[in-house]
């Protein structure tokens, strides 16, 4: 192997990349490395996962540290996850382990010994979770000079995961108040294998410092899928009233043994998985841990049902730490032939082994996570592989038109499409009034930093760059407020401290985190804690945890413990809301799809066969051409084929712009994908009283109801009600989107 970029790294680096067989560079490790060694910007490293970005960011970094060795901790790793840190470090050890630089990891999970011998030789690479990081600078102030003084490194991993709320906002933030207090202004390195948009990627990385973001364009060798998709009734005949199919990709349509199959009278659905996961190494992806719960559940019973030992394992965030661990060291292992049920804990990039296949249950809410979940699978040179089993109940006799469109079948064709055809994935949402966060970093600077005026508290939070849309008059708004709540304190000379009210806010773990949580209980079995649940039941009713069934025996409140036993059996759980954010874009592909007559080798019998029912439903009734389609009498049905947001802005602007002149009545939502409601109005009178409305001045504060205080984000309760307010319907409602396309059906059709 001979190049300039691979003289360029040390020794030591040299030595890992013979050790490892490798006879070439690959090319975004070549990239990188000339843009980190040749450049003083920033970086952003996309490319498909398993492309080696870890390496291509830590070879050059790395090297630059060996050559001249830091006086402090040289690099700061963010990562979305701890199981990806723990996952991670092990990798970088195995990096590091003759270079002299130290890899350090900091989250909840690591000892406090570990931790202790970091404090007292800050040096090499620290690993850390954005809540740790705020954990850090909140409770050790006046060390981060000691410990940050000559950080020359930020690698955030995931980076795209931290682009659509308010942690990426947080980690923003985080690294900036970092910088100000250890005096440094470190580079800044992002890794995604799933960015659309990397230009404002890149805007977002760089932030604040006054350097630019290179962007390696990196030549693609090409992706290999295997990519089926089944459709399946719950019950009853299927779409294509034939025999349950076979497992067949667009690629390789090899057939299973014939004995190769699920119980009699199964879940054809979850019989198909069960059936086709045996004697593989696979995930199975859920989109709630609800579903992921009942799913494990069922498939284990399957098991007991046809004398085979467990092979199903379960993984998502309300699990505990030994239980998730455990699923992943089991996937580990190369003889491993087992099955793992999981949400989008194991979306990232956490090594669990070379897998098979990936099942997805319906479609994933956006393009991002489908080409993460896709690219757990097809590691070392095989093809990613993904099963899609699309699951619906047959709509009753009496069911309206819009309940008999198979929109989960039509939501995943429209994501793998947008990707196939344009390489789209959702931009990163920008221009937002995060007030919310905008409290949690007031009150994280105040505790950290102490006694401060209002001048100088303003001067550090409003100059961070995620706040640069908030102004200085909604500050005094939220000072006001907070002075008043107790959450802070003035004292006698004018200055600004954290107030009883804030301190238990502040003191409290859960402070850390910016992303919403629900009240948690522990669940127990005697000495094994299983995970967390909320709304815990009376004593002696049925929870789901850890795809088992329990009995509950006792709840302390006090404590939030609930005490159980095992039993057999199937009982829905609940985790708390999780709310999908769907894009404009996936609902515009899925209405082209109505209207057209592609067919996809990907679709199998039952999915193709439903899609053509669809298709002619669409057809005869005038889905996916009329936007106001007729049920019966008064009653209508409005498809807007919108994105969340626009389409929660569009229901208010009906209901509170347009409603008292059209009478609305019974008004229903299936969002994003329709809404149904009576009006005493023609369809013709119902498009020019829209366009009345919408050709007048639409203020987004008008969207609200009387009264109302919306709690989107986790501090809005604390926020004042119009700060709130404001942060709703300047933030949350999609209303440039609604007006375009209000505007579009207006034109349209008048």
């Not at 249950?361 to 993904?386: N, Y």
């Not at 985190?513 to 039941?537: D, M, W």
């Not at 009545?665 to 009283?689: L, V, W």
Request: hydrophobic share 40%; glycine share 6%.
């Amino acid at each position: 192997m001979s190049s300039t970029i691979f003289d360029r790294f040390s020794p030591t680096i040299q030595q890992y990349v013979y050790q490892s067989g490798w006879t070439q560079l690959r090319a975004i490790q070549a990239a990188a490395a000339d843009a980190i060694f040749h450049s003083d910007s920033h970086v952003l490293l996309s490319a498909s996962t398993a492309s080696g970005k870890t390496e291509a960011a830590f070879f050059p970094i790395i090297t630059l540290m060996q050559e001249r060795p830091p006086h402090s901790i040289g690099c700061l790793y963010i990562a979305p996850l701890k199981a990806l840190i723990n996952d991670q470090f092990v990798r970088l050890n195995d990096i590091c382990e003759e270079s002299g630089i130290p890899v350090w990891h900091w989250h909840g999970d690591v000892s406090q010994t570990h931790k202790k011998k970091l404090m007292k030789n800050p040096s090499g690479i620290l690993q850390i979770t954005p809540e740790s990081l705020e954990a850090m600078l909140l409770h050790r102030h006046a060390q981060i000079p000691h410990l940050f003084g000559d950080l020359r490194f930020v690698v955030i991993d995931e980076i795209h995961s931290f682009l659509r709320g308010d942690r990426g906002g947080q980690t923003l933030c985080l690294i900036e108040r970092l910088c100000r207090m250890a005096g440094v202004q470190p580079r800044r390195v992002g890794l995604s294998a799933t960015i659309g948009d990397t230009q404002t990627v890149g805007r977002f990385l760089s932030a604040n410092t006054g350097i630019g973001t290179v962007i390696p364009r990196i030549q693609s060798s090409g992706t290999r899928w295997r990519i089926s998709m089944q459709h399946f009734y719950n019950n009853g005949p299927q779409a294509d009233s034939g025999e349950q199919a076979l497992p067949a990709t667009a690629a390789d349509s090899a057939i299973e043994a014939p004995t190769d199959r699920a119980p009699e009278a199964a879940d054809p659905g979850l019989g198909y998985i069960f059936a086709h996961t045996r004697g593989h190494k696979c995930l199975v992806f859920s989109n709630s841990r609800e579903e992921c719960e009942a799913v494990t559940s069922t498939l284990r019973q399957y098991c007991e049902a046809k004398h085979e030992p467990d092979r199903f394992l379960i993984h998502h965030g309300n699990l505990s730490t030994s239980y998730r661990l455990t699923a992943e060291d089991v996937m580990r292992q190369d003889e491993s032939l087992v099955t793992i049920c999981t949400t989008s804990t194991l979306e990232l990039g956490i090594d669990i082994g070379r897998l098979e296949r990936a099942f997805q249950i319906d479609a994933p809410f956006t393009v991002s996570s489908f080409l993460q979940r896709m690219g757990r699978t097809g590691r070392r040179g095989a093809p990613s592989e993904m099963w899609f089993v699309i699951r619906e109940e047959h709509a009753e006799a009496r069911a309206l038109l819009p309940e008999t469109i198979p929109w989960k079948l039509l939501q995943a064709i429209a994501l793998i499409q947008l990707y196939v055809e344009e390489k789209w994935v959702e931009p990163p949402r920008t221009g937002r009034l995060p007030y919310s966060l905008l409290y949690h970093q007031t009150m994280a600077t105040l505790a950290s930093g102490g006694e401060m005026m209002p001048a100088e508290l303003a001067s550090r939070v409003l100059t961070l760059s995620y706040f640069a849309h908030i102004t200085a008059s909604d500050f005094r708004v939220l000072l006001h407020h907070l002075i008043e709540a107790d959450h802070i304190q003035q004292t006698e000379r004018g200055g600004l401290i954290i107030g009883l009210a804030g301190e238990r806010i502040v003191n409290n773990f859960k402070f850390y985190a910016v992303f919403q949580e629900n009240e948690e209980y522990s669940v127990r079995c005697e000495s094994e804690e299983l995970g967390t649940i909320v709304k815990p039941p009376p004593v002696n009713d049925k929870i789901a945890i850890a795809g088992r069934v329990w009995v509950v025996e006792e709840v302390d409140r006090t404590r939030h413990v609930v005490y159980c036993h095992p039993v057999k059996g199937i009982v829905p759980a609940y985790f708390g809301e999780e709310p999908g954010d769907l894009h404009t874009k996936i609902l515009e592909r899925m209405r082209r799809l109505l209207r057209e007559t592609d067919n996809y080798a990907y679709l199998l019998g039952h999915a193709a066969a439903r899609l053509s029912q669809a298709r002619s439903a669409a057809t005869l009734s005038g889905i996916g051409v009329q936007w106001l389609l007729p049920l019966g009498g008064k009653m209508y049905c409005l498809m807007p084929w919108l994105g969340s947001y626009a389409f929660l802005a569009l229901e208010r602007f009906l209901r509170i712009k347009c409603g008292p002149r059209l009478h609305l009545k019974g008004f229903d939502s299936k969002r994003p994908y329709y809404m149904q409601f009576t009006m005493d109005a023609t369809p013709d009178e119902f498009f020019h009283i829209l366009g009345e409305e919408i050709a007048k001045p639409l203020d987004p504060m008008t969207l609200l109801y009387p009264k109302e205080a919306p709690v989107f984000d986790k501090y809005d309760d604390i926020l004042p009600v119009e700060l709130t307010q404001k942060g709703f319907a300047l933030s949350v409602l999609d209303v440039e989107g609604m007006t375009r396309r209000v505007k579009e059906m207006v034109h349209l059709t008048c």
